[in-house]
């Protein structure tokens, strides 16, 4: 099975009811309640659309506790971070959410990752593009992924540039690399 195929089986599971406000919240009780995110200062996150956790309460959060929290932002085949001001957001390229600020972030504590699915040993499938990717080789913080239970594959067809992550939280369940 091929990335793409892996795609289109997601893309089906999404296409069945659920709650995603209240698979949401589960997600975000999760992860403000991870020592990572106490300890940040500086987090990465990002803007979610409607197949995503909803990222906003953890947004919310982290300003309310006084984290300074940056969004992506898409410049051609690159991706960086930028400072999040509530109410001072666009739409960007490929219709994501993204911040108006040009002003360059500090370096990060702290990333949290979306992703189209995952597997239990921690390998992320995007949407294609490698932004996360070609970010993530460069970054040595904790790299937690969110995303919905139903997002989960038996195996995800990962390649050589793709980037694993520390942690994947769902709405059930907190998915770490097992010690070996």
């Known amino acids: 099975m091929d990335k793409s195929t892996q795609r289109k089986i997601i893309s089906e599971r999404f296409s069945k009811p659920f709650d995603r406000a209240e698979a949401s919240h589960a997600v975000f009780r999760l992860a403000v ?3 990572e995110f106490s300890a940040a200062r500086n ?7 409607d197949r995503e956790p909803d990222t906003d309460p953890i947004i919310e959060a982290a ?3 006084g984290k300074k929290v940056f969004c992506p932002k898409v410049h051609g085949t690159e ?13 960007g390229a490929f219709g994501i959410r993204e911040p ?5 972030a500090p370096p990060p504590d702290l990333i949290f990752v979306p992703m189209v699915a995952f597997d239990e040993n921690l390998n992320r499938l995007g949407h ?14 904790p790299k937690i992924g969110l995303a919905f239970d139903f997002q989960k594959l038996d195996k995800v067809v990962s390649d050589i540039h793709d980037v694993r992550l520390d942690k994947i939280i769902t709405e059930t369940k907190i998915y770490r690399l097992r010690e070996v």
């Open 63 to 65: 300003v309310r506790s």
């Open 100 to 104: 108006d600020s040009t002003e360059v």
């Open 128 to 141: 294609g593009k490698g932004y996360y990717d070609r970010f993530l080789k460069e970054c040595n913080v």
């Open 43 to 49: 987090i990465y996150i990002f803007l979610s659309n």
């Open 79 to 91: 991706m960086d971070f930028h400072p999040y001001v509530a109410g001072k957001i666009s739409v």
């Open 33 to 35: 309640s991870e020592t």
